[in-house]
C-alpha cells in the first residue's frame, strides 16, 4: 500500500517548456487535489476532482491544467512553464468530506 | 486576503513544555484539519475537527465554532514535535475547497 506517490520528485525547467506531473494513490478515494506551497504562503489549490473524469478550478488555476482519465491518477499539466510557477506542488486524496492524504511534493524550478 | 490565520509564527519551547498554536478563520467551515509538516517536507493529517475536542495521544485540538477559532495543543514536548504545523479549514460551501494557514515553526528543545 503506497498511499500517494508523485512523480517526479524533481524537475528543472527552462522557460517556456511543458511538463506533467503525476500523482498516483492506491486508496480508492474520489477526491483528489493539486496544491502548490510558496515561502512564507500556506498551501493553495490549484485543481481538484471530486471522481473520474471530473475537474475543477481551485484558488490559483491559471497556467495550468489537469487530467482524472482514471480514479487512481491526477494528472497536472504546465502547457508554458513560467518562473512564477516554481513551488513545491503537492498532490492529496481523500474520501469526500474526509482528512487527506498527501504525497510527498515535487520541488520543480523554472529557470 | 487570508481566510485562515496562525499564531505564533515560530515558537521555540524546551523539553517537556506544554504547547498551544492557535488558528482563526473568517469564513463558513464545514470542518478544520489540523497538519503537520515534517522537516523533510512530508505533510501529515493530524485532526479533522467539525465541533469540540479531540485527542490523539499528547496532542488536543479543540474548536469553538461561534468564535471561529481553534488550538492545537502538545503536552509534554519532545524534539520530535519540531515540525511546522498547519491550520487548515474546508469551505462550508462546496465542501471542496480547503484554506491553509501559513503554518507555525515549532522548535522543541531538549
Known amino acids: 500500500n503506497a498511499g500517494v506517490t508523485q512523480t517526479p520528485k524533481f524537475r528543472v525547467l527552462k522557460t517556456g517548456q511543458s511538463m506533467t506531473l503525476l500523482c498516483a494513490q492506491d486508496?480508492?478515494?474520489?477526491?483528489m487535489y493539486w496544491y502548490r506551497q510558496d515561502p512564507g504562503m500556506g498551501l493553495r489549490l490549484i485543481h481538484y476532482?471530486?471522481?473520474?473524469?471530473?475537474?475543477a478550478k481551485g484558488e490559483v488555476p491559471d497556467g495550468y491544467n489537469v487530467s482524472r482519465l482514471k480514479k487512481q491518477n491526477f494528472l497536472l499539466g504546465l502547457e508554458s512553464a513560467a518562473p512564477s510557477q516554481t513551488s513545491v506542488y503537492f498532490c492529496?486524496?481523500?474520501?469526500?468530506?474526509?482528512?487527506?492524504?498527501f504525497g510527498p511534493g515535487t520541488r520543480l524550478t523554472v529557470t | 486576503k487570508n481566510e485562515v490565520e496562525q499564531s505564533p509564527q515560530n515558537l521555540t519551547a524546551q523539553e517537556g513544555e506544554f504547547i498551544t498554536i492557535n488558528c482563526s478563520y473568517s469564513?463558513?467551515?464545514?470542518?478544520l484539519h489540523w497538519l503537520q509538516q515534517h522537516p523533510g517536507g512530508g505533510i501529515v493529517s493530524l485532526f479533522m475537527?467539525?465541533?469540540g475536542k479531540k485527542k490523539h495521544g499528547r496532542l488536543i485540538a479543540t474548536i469553538n465554532i461561534q468564535e471561529k477559532h481553534s488550538s492545537l495543543h502538545i503536552t509534554a514536548s519532545h524534539p520530535r514535535d519540531s515540525a511546522v504545523y498547519i491550520c487548515?479549514?474546508?469551505?462550508?460551501?462546496?465542501?471542496?475547497?480547503?484554506?491553509f494557514g501559513t503554518g507555525t515553526s515549532l522548535t522543541v528543545i531538549p
Open positions: 492529496a486524496s481523500s474520501y469526500p468530506l474526509s482528512s487527506q492524504y
Open positions: 486508496m480508492n478515494h474520489e477526491y
Open positions: 476532482s471530486v471522481g473520474e473524469g471530473t475537474t
Open positions: 469564513v463558513g467551515i464545514s470542518a
Open positions: 475537527l467539525s465541533s
Open positions: 487548515a479549514v474546508r469551505s462550508g460551501n462546496t465542501g471542496n475547497q480547503f484554506y
